[in-house]
């Protein structure tokens, strides 16, 4: 690990402001992912920015009827919050699904959405990668790719997010809450918080540099069954090789997003009057156009089945 500087920030503005004045500098809460890319010097900041002490831990009612979470819940304590159990089920399950009970006791709501890819080409050095090197090559493009994207991807990408958290944020249409280093505030919505590869995969979303989370906004809560099912190599503490995020109606009808398959979180509204027609209509149009390899190809027929076996649940 490089040596660095470090600092604990007194409030959100001026977390971000120190950031915005420090090219290259990151903010740290739980550090579950950041540290151990650190310690690989896959990132190597100069500065870090401890924003633990910012207060942004608390789980509210949002004016709109929904629910607002503040940057710094832990995992553990959104999953077992009794209103996100009982209103937004889908997110709870997507929750427990990820990492271990120990990492989900420090992992951070904001961290969790900016959780870097687990391509084993992006964390092995010696490999191209244009996400960590850009410019470098895609090792993955022609290498190993069984757990890798099959649709959204470019010429200089094939990486998938890992978080099952955004796959759930995402069907339910949050908001992200951000200050900027000059102190303004915005709200981006999920569909438009992450990035695909295209020709920079380096960068993961549409945050300006110094931009920090300050919340994530729920709308009112969604009826209907929440389901989330994830498909993995091993029962427990692994990456999804695909996921299925649902939240769906009694007649059919109802919203999913994918996880496992793209380099964000993978939703299609354009396709959602399909799921009445079943899992084979959906998914075919959902994943129109995947390209797929000898090591991936599988990725397509198992969304078809997840989500089959996710709607054969609601059904019952």
């Known amino acids: 690990m490089k040596a660095f500087s470090y600092e604990r920030a007194k409030s959100p503005a001026e977390a971000a402001a120190a950031a915005a004045q420090t090219p290259g500098a990151r903010f740290i809460a739980g550090g579950t992912n950041l540290l151990d890319l650190m310690k690989l010097q896959i990132e190597t900041p100069p500065h870090l920015i401890d924003v633990n002490g910012l207060g942004l831990d608390k789980i509210e009612p949002s004016g709109g009827g929904g629910l607002r979470i503040g940057a710094l819940v832990r995992n553990t304590a959104l999953a077992a919050d009794e209103r996100v159990r009982r209103d937004y089920g889908v997110l709870s399950r997507a929750l427990l699904s990820g990492a271990s009970g120990q990492l989900r006791n420090k992992a951070t709501t904001a961290g969790n959405l900016l959780q870097r890819t687990r391509c084993p080409y992006f964390y092995d050095t010696q490999q191209p990668c244009n996400k960590r090197q850009p410019g470098s090559g895609c090792s993955a493009i022609g290498g190993y790719s069984r757990q890798l994207a099959i649709v959204g991807t470019s010429a200089a990408c094939i990486a998938t997010h890992p978080s099952d958290m955004a796959v759930a944020m995402r069907v339910l249409d949050a908001t992200?809450?951000?200050?900027?280093?000059?102190?303004?505030?915005?709200?981006?919505?999920?569909?438009?918080?992450?990035?695909?590869?295209?020709?920079?995969?380096?960068?993961?979303?549409?945050?300006?540099?110094?931009?920090?989370?300050?919340?994530?906004?729920?709308?009112?809560?969604?009826?209907?069954?929440?389901?989330?099912?994830?498909?993995?190599?091993?029962?427990?503490?692994?990456?999804?090789?695909?996921?299925?995020?649902?939240?769906?109606?009694?007649?059919?009808?109802?919203?999913?997003?994918?996880?496992?398959?793209?380099?964000?979180?993978?939703?299609?509204?354009?396709?959602?009057?399909?799921?009445?027609?079943?899992?084979?209509?959906?998914?075919?149009?959902?994943?129109?156009?995947?390209?797929?390899?000898?090591?991936?190809?599988?990725?397509?027929?198992?969304?078809?089945?997840?989500?089959a076996a996710v709607m054969a649940e609601a059904r019952t």
């Open 176 to 307: 992200v809450e951000t200050v900027r280093g000059d102190g303004r505030r915005r709200t981006i919505p999920i569909a438009d918080f992450h990035r695909l590869p295209g020709d920079t995969p380096q960068i993961d979303t549409t945050l300006e540099a110094g931009e920090l989370i300050t919340a994530v906004t729920l709308p009112p809560p969604l009826g209907g069954k929440h389901l989330y099912r994830k498909v993995r190599d091993r029962a427990s503490y692994a990456f999804a090789l695909v996921s299925v995020a649902a939240v769906l109606q009694p007649d059919g009808r109802g919203r999913v997003a994918v996880g496992g398959v793209a380099h964000k979180p993978w939703r299609m509204e354009a396709a959602e009057p399909q799921l009445t027609q079943g899992a084979k209509a959906f998914t075919a149009q959902l994943l129109a156009d995947a390209r797929t390899d000898e090591h991936n190809a599988f990725k397509r027929p198992l969304v078809e089945r997840t989500l």
